[in-house]
């Protein structure tokens, strides 16, 4: 049953993509669960390359790294995706399988650090550009925070706005959940 | 690259549901294309019911599951989909793993004969009747004709309004596409 929650329906669709060898970013660290997960699936013949303005964050995600004994195939950066164009190696850029977005605060922890818009797009704009064809970014909205309506907004006017031709932009979302939604967008690179 | 075409992306998620001996439902025959999808993936152990209100898409349908040389493990009714609880057996009540809908009108028929807010939402209730628990509805509304987006807006209410702790609903569309919208809605019977 992957369905019954929006989370494993992202997974289920991420495998997909997710080989071993695959080249894999995490634009937002946070915990770092996403980070040892694209770890995992890209194996020690692929690269991981995860970013996180918080130094907290790039700790945590560092230790769950060293504790679920990943393959040494990561690097962290502290600092925010927006810079992901000049940080990650040129030899990488346009060989990327898949971008990784959580866009809100990281769980736990201060809540009036948050993605913001400005950097956000700069940085899908540039995930665009480190892709692969046929290559995704996978985005997860969590817009339950102050500001998280206006990114939320803002991000899809973005994408809405990409050419069909070039991009695929799929959006997925639980329609009957209460509380704050949770918003999916897979986009596809032509 | 399933992300790339709405339709790919929703035979990616029915893959997770049909399996060897599964027991489907094509609420929509139309032109008979997934009927002939379930058949396959049902196999020889499985069983396949579709209704359609039009005699033009049941001959279809039947003439492409022998052309297709599909087993014989379906049962073509010609009847709308309102009328699934009374025509599919009660022994397969409970234990339906997938139901099927296009809604909208038959591609390349008449455009007037489209299927109706009122007996869409009848054979819904029904199909979340007689589903297996952690079985899906998948279904897909092409809103592009007139009474679509009627019939689009009943639909989503009407899945709005289902209990979460009851069923999950995920919403999925492609954002940029130019042209009349694909929606596809996922239930899952908890």
């Avoid at 797009?121 to 925070?145: F, N, P």
């Avoid at 706005?161 to 032509?190: C, W």
Wanted: charged letters at 20%; glycine letters at 8%.
């Amino acid at each position: 049953m992957i369905t019954n929650n929006i989370l494993s329906f992202a997974k289920s669709i991420l495998c997909e993509v997710l080989e071993p060898g695959c080249i894999a970013v995490d634009a937002t660290a946070g915990n770092g669960y996403d980070t040892v997960y694209l770890s995992r699936q890209a194996g020690v013949e692929g690269r991981v390359f995860a970013f996180d303005i918080q130094e907290e964050a790039i700790e945590q995600t560092r230790q769950r790294l060293n504790e679920e004994c990943m393959p040494e195939n990561w690097t962290l950066f502290h600092s925010g995706h927006e810079n992901m164009l000049s940080l990650i190696p040129e030899e990488f850029h346009g060989k990327v399988n898949i971008v990784m977005f959580n866009l809100g605060f990281l769980p736990g922890s201060d809540k009036s650090i948050v993605t913001r818009p400005e950097t956000t797009l700069k940085a899908l704009a540039d995930s665009l550009e480190i892709l692969a064809t046929g290559a995704m970014i996978c985005i997860a909205i969590y817009a339950g925070h102050p500001g998280g309506a206006e990114e939320d907004a803002a991000v899809r006017e973005y994408c809405t706005a990409l050419d069909y031709h070039y991009v695929r932009v799929i959006q997925s979302e639980m329609l009957n959940k209460p509380g704050y939604p949770i918003r999916l967008l897979f986009l596809t690179k032509l």
